[in-house]
């Protein structure tokens, strides 16, 4: 998610922004994730978004693994944990889009390897 229109100065210029991720495996939910962000005086606060402008999420489910592997920490910080379902789940924030991308990216192959055993993926842009 990104604030709004960042190069163009366009930040926080929208009334509600709300998201609701479902994830089910055999009929029972694993993992749920609800957000809702009214833009406001405390939007730019420490532990909300702060100076952040882009917001990541990833998910994980079906590994071999009980337990979530260490998140790296390198700004742009990222939190994480495993769901009361047993789904590996970060989030993390950026003042840079490219900065978020590129720790989304390491932090994704980082789970994938450590959850599944899997080999990094190449992407082609």
């Keep these: 998610m990104a604030t709004g229109r960042v190069q163009m100065g366009e930040r926080l210029q929208f009334a509600e922004y709300r998201s609701e991720v479902e994830v089910w495996v055999g009929g029972a939910r694993v993992y749920l994730d609800r957000q809702r962000l009214r833009p406001g005086p405390q939007t730019r606060a420490p532990g909300v978004l702060g100076q952040a402008d882009y917001v990541a999420a990833g998910v994980w489910v079906g590994g071999s693994r009980p337990e979530a592997p260490p998140v790296p920490a390198p700004p742009p910080g990222w939190a994480g944990g495993l769901s009361a379902g047993g789904a590996a789940w970060v989030r993390g924030a950026a003042a840079s889009g490219p900065v978020l991308d ?15 055993g899997a080999e990094a993926l190449e992407w082609r842009r």
């Design 102 to 116: 590129r720790a989304a990216q390491q932090l994704r192959e980082e789970r994938r390897a450590a959850l599944f």
